[in-house]
């Protein structure tokens, strides 16, 4: 098939971008590869798309650019795409506290400008990333794709959950068929610099503090990047459909008359914050000095992914172990920074 993957120099899109060129697809990326974490590591990930195309069956072209140019995005769609996975988003939950214009830009502007392409080309199916973010004030656990989510913490958490109603919209009007996926804690090798483990990682080695907010009072979904593209790649196969059996009357939010439908992606087993901590200390084989903080604006105390909508479309439980995926990120750390 022949697919869009934006924010394909990201960390989940990269991996998404090169497990299609592996299985054979014509991928087309698009990011503006923009500097709110070092830019480099995201050059490095194309180069690698690049050598992944060159030895596998699948081809790679990239387009560098911004998703909120309309006319960029409208040159990139000359090409008519089999499937779109729209995963460029700006992201981090403590940014969105003091760049709130970045979010409407990147998650907002963009998204419509992808929508209106899809609408306008007739792609057969758009997956766009969402996130357990959305649940928000939501303390009912495991989250559920089929309850309210009408309480975000955060703007970046507003922002996806703005993405989620827009795809209804065109997927109601235009018949456009999406699926959002809620990506919970994402973590494994290439991953973002500003994420917890990549930043435990680097203190711990360096010999320095590592902050533990709540006190180290959190669980977490942590989820293996490798698991999140699976679910990737097999949602965006199955088109979505509408939902034979919706109810006006009693409206389930993870499904429609309309082509929509939002999953959960998670490991849905949770893992105390400290528990995962100790396993990156188990891995680097040193002790880490904690300085603990407050729960931090924005933040929730726990998340847990309910996965049975995910099992029941498409087969799949993502299911690796927190200590074996901290133990690929290790190695993949130590290999690439030479520590």
Not at 150 to 155: A, F, G, M, N
Not at 228 to 251: L, Y
Request: proline share 6%.
């Amino acid at each position: 098939m022949k697919v869009l993957v934006t924010g394909a120099a990201g960390f989940i899109g990269f991996h998404t971008a090169q497990r299609l060129i592996e299985r054979g697809d014509e991928v087309v990326g698009f990011d503006m590869v923009n500097s709110y974490y070092d830019p480099s590591l995201k050059e490095k990930r194309l180069s690698l798309l690049e050598k992944s195309a060159a030895t596998a069956q699948g081809s790679w072209r990239f387009i560098r650019a911004d998703l909120t140019d309309k006319s960029a995005v409208k040159e990139a769609f000359a090409t008519r795409f089999d499937r779109v996975i729209h995963l460029a988003a700006q992201a981090g939950v403590r940014h969105s506290l003091t760049h709130p214009d970045d979010y409407i830009s990147s998650n907002i502007v963009a998204f419509l400008n992808i929508l209106e392409a899809c609408r306008n080309h007739s792609t057969p199916h758009l997956t766009y990333a969402s996130t357990s973010s959305v649940y928000g004030a939501n303390r009912k656990l495991p989250f559920s794709e089929h309850e309210g989510v009408d309480h975000p913490l955060q703007l970046y958490a507003a922002t996806k959950r703005a993405n989620e109603l827009m795809a209804h919209a065109y997927s109601n009007l235009f018949r456009l068929p999406t699926t959002g996926l809620r990506f919970f804690t994402v973590y494994g090798p290439w991953g973002r610099p500003d994420m917890a483990l990549f930043l435990f990682t680097k203190a711990i080695l360096a010999g320095e503090p590592i902050n533990v907010f709540n006190h180290g009072k959190h669980t977490r979904d942590f989820t293996y990047v490798d698991d999140i593209v699976e679910g990737v790649v097999r949602v965006s196969d199955q088109i979505a459909a509408p939902n034979p059996d919706w109810d006006a009357m009693d409206p389930d939010p993870a499904t429609s008359d309309a082509p929509f439908r939002v999953f959960n992606i998670g490991n849905s087993a949770p893992v105390a914050l400290m528990d995962y901590i100790r396993a990156v200390e188990d891995t680097l084989g040193m002790k880490a000095t904690l300085n603990y903080q407050p729960l931090q604006a924005g933040d929730v105390p726990d998340t847990s992914a309910d996965v049975s909508a995910l099992i029941k479309a498409v087969g799949y439980k993502p299911a690796t172990p927190v200590r074996e995926g901290v133990r690929k990120f290790v190695e993949w750390y130590r290999d690439y920074y030479q520590v």
